[in-house]
Each structure stands twice: as C-alpha cells, then as structure tokens.
C-alpha cells in the first residue's frame, strides 16, 4: 500500500465529494464570516422591506368586501363539510369568504 501511495501520479485514485467540494468553494475561516456579514447586510434589511411594504399596502387597503356574485360553479358543494353546520369550510373567515347564499354579515372598520 505504501507503494501505492508513492506511484499515486499513476494509479488514478478516488477522491472524496467533500475534499473536492472544499477545493470549489473554498471553505476556510472566512467563509462563515463572509456569511454572517451577508445576513445582517443583505438579509435584515430585505426582511424589513417587505415588512414596511405589507404595512403601507395595509394601510392603503380597502377595508370592504367585494361584491357577491351567486355564482354556482364558485361554490359547488357536492356534500357537506365533516364540521360545523357543513356548509363553514376549515378556515372560514365570515369577513372574506361568502356561503353559497352570500356574506354572513357586513364587516366594518379594519
């Protein structure tokens, strides 16, 4: 075997995913460093974008229902929901989500 090792220009030898991927992307001390920088630099600024921009769309939002339209292919219910009444899908929000017959009630304010 330690011949081998001295003839290893010769005998093609397999090398291990991780020593090559450390060649490629040079995996040191600075790398941690250089994503740490790019978390607070790039990263938290961008999460408090959209947060900024999903409070003025917010703010700038209507705060009324759209009309209902009794569309039936909209609301097909071949059988009713296992829950309630069966007619409340899961997530039912009276606000947002109209029953085959319309919005349970007005909503007002936000």
């Known amino acids: 075997m330690a011949q081998l090792a ?3 220009w010769l005998v093609p ?3 291990m995913a991780t020593r090559s ?3 490629q992307h040079g995996e040191g001390p600075g790398t941690a460093r250089t994503w740490k920088i790019l978390s607070f630099v790039v990263a938290l600024p961008g999460v408090g974008i959209c947060m900024l921009n999903a409070w003025l769309k ?3 939002h209507p705060h009324e229902s759209p009309e209902f ?3 039936t292919h909209l ?3 071949t ?3 296992p829950w309630g009444d069966g007619n409340h899908s899961l997530f039912h929000n009276s606000h947002a989500n109209p029953l085959p ?3 349970e009630k007005e909503h007002h304010g936000p």
């Open 101 to 103: 017959t319309g919005y």
């Open 79 to 81: 059988k009713p929901f």
């Open 13 to 15: 030898m397999r090398n």
């Open 75 to 77: 609301r097909i219910r």
């Open 58 to 60: 917010k703010e700038n």
């Open 6 to 8: 001295k003839l290893g």
């Open 69 to 71: 339209k009794p569309y």
């Open 21 to 23: 991927a450390v060649k």
